[in-house]
DNA sequence: CGAGCTTTTGAACGCAGTCAACAATTGTGG
DNA sequence: CCACAATTGTTGACTGCGTTCAAAAGCTCG
């Protein structure tokens, strides 16, 4: 099934390099991985919670959530993922899923089965290491969700999410061009900030006035990403896209990594 | 320095072997591991965000947490750690340190360099499965935190929050006897739950009212689980304590993990 | 062109925050 | 060991941000 332009294995490459330089060999080996595309409707789970899944997902296009739902029902998005992520990762070591992956927008995605990773880490160690970091980096966002829905109001909130988008976004060339592809309902935008789709639209409203944002369907535009910044105090520390290295420090003891 | 009654490497050992048994090869290996003992005092950081760690610390006595400060001075508490946690383990892979860490309480650690986890890593590759699986299980933790802090009410959340402190002290040895000790403040619960100190210390009037907890000082009873539980509407599946696994699934594949 | 989402608007309510003062407890130094 | 300082816990009154409910208006797509 032809899923994508590119290869789903050249899309994770280009990923996994750009978190962590590989070597050719490494490239190779990637290249090599048996990737089974598909395409997700809306509304249909990849996978649910309870769950043990024997292979994982790279998103090719297309945006995906995790989320859970309270016993009284009330959802909550715990993360966006954009193309090139690696939402379900975790099943690698947590043999039982505790939340539930579901697209938000139409998807298609590659999926690896968990031995063929297992495999090709043991090879190549590095490879280890690039996807505990992906994991690790992926901890963070969610660490920044909770300060910005539990500490932050309404207005600075949404702009701050309204930040992170763009700039995961450009990180993976999505957000080049000016009016950005973000097929995200404000509902969703709700349950991911925590608060109601009403309020949400509200707020949203105001960003527009206010000249922070311009948006209409599921396109955005940032007419003054200062201000946007600004508004929702954002700054990109956490998201650990400056950093690289060089596999195992210890033979480049002590260096500064900024 | 002589910290603990128990040696740090002991207390790492158990805790590792509990998540993911060991060879008597690897808990050798780690026994030999350098630790450094190290007394904190409350209001000392461990680390703080920015800072690049050159070690990683375990906890061996008292509580800690991680915590993020927005621009206003609003203290979200991400994560509270027990003894036996590692909380910055990240800084293994992520070189920058995207949030703060400290004690709630006096604090007895032990601190490993990186380049000994990374040694010891190399020749046991299980080591570093379990240490990995170490991480994701926190994140698991932090996500039924957002799902606690944005859906359910202050009266859930608190309750839901104990459980969870309980369950885990629990799987530490450390909430055997009835009375339980919990050295933390209800303003850092608030922080934690994300409300305003008044406001959890009403509602932790409430839970005594209803005869769910007896708290005084740090200590916390637990006169009804059952009713307590109902309440937090809490499921420790997240904890992720049940599960074992044998290392590379690769050799015994399609197995299931129940 | 109509069914079903998604977005928008209005009005009323309520959970939790804020402010301020006081009580209880803990810690500290004389 | 006690007195004082500092932190933590408690109470009351008022406020407000965001929710809820309900209905209408716009879109999208079969």
């Known amino acids: 099934m032809t899923v994508s332009s590119y290869s789903p294995n050249t899309l994770m490459i280009r990923k996994l390099d750009s978190i962590f330089p590989l070597t050719d060999e490494e ?3 990637l290249q090599e991985l048996p990737v089974q595309g598909k395409a997700l409707k809306p509304d249909e789970d990849l996978v649910r919670i309870g769950e043990s899944p024997t292979r994982c997902c790279l998103i090719l296009e297309g945006f995906m959530c ?3 739902v309270t016993s009284a ?3 909550q998005i715990l993360a966006l993922h954009v193309p090139g ?3 379900d990762l975790q099943s690698l070591h947590l043999k039982v899923m505790d939340m539930s992956i579901a697209p938000v927008s139409p998807c298609k995605v590659g999926l690896i089965q968990h031995e063929e990773i297992y495999r090709i880490c043991e090879r190549y160690p590095r490879l280890t290491a690039a996807l505990w970091r992906e994991t690790l980096a992926h901890a963070s ?3 920044e969700w909770m300060l910005n829905n539990g500490q932050r109001d309404a207005y600075t909130r949404i702009a701050h999410l309204l930040c992170e ?3 995961r976004l450009k990180a993976v060339g999505l957000a080049d061009n000016s009016p950005i592809d973000l097929p995200i309902t404000q509902t969703e935008l709700a349950d991911a900030t925590g608060m109601s789709p009403v309020h949400m639209n509200r707020v949203l409203q105001a960003l527009r006035a206010n000249g922070l944002i311009e948006s209409k369907k599921a396109e955005l535009t940032v007419p003054n990403w200062e201000k946007l910044r600004e508004a929702g105090e954002f700054d990109p520390l956490y998201l650990h896209l400056g950093e690289r290295r ?11 990594w900024s």
């Open 27 to 29: 490239k190779q080996a």
């Open 66 to 68: 995790m989320y859970k």
């Open 73 to 75: 029902g009330n959802r």
């Open 85 to 87: 992520d690696l939402p």
């Open 141 to 143: 966002i969610i660490r």
């Open 165 to 167: 988008l763009v700039v």
């Open 246 to 256: 060089d596999l195992h420090p210890s033979k480049s003891q002590g260096q500064q």
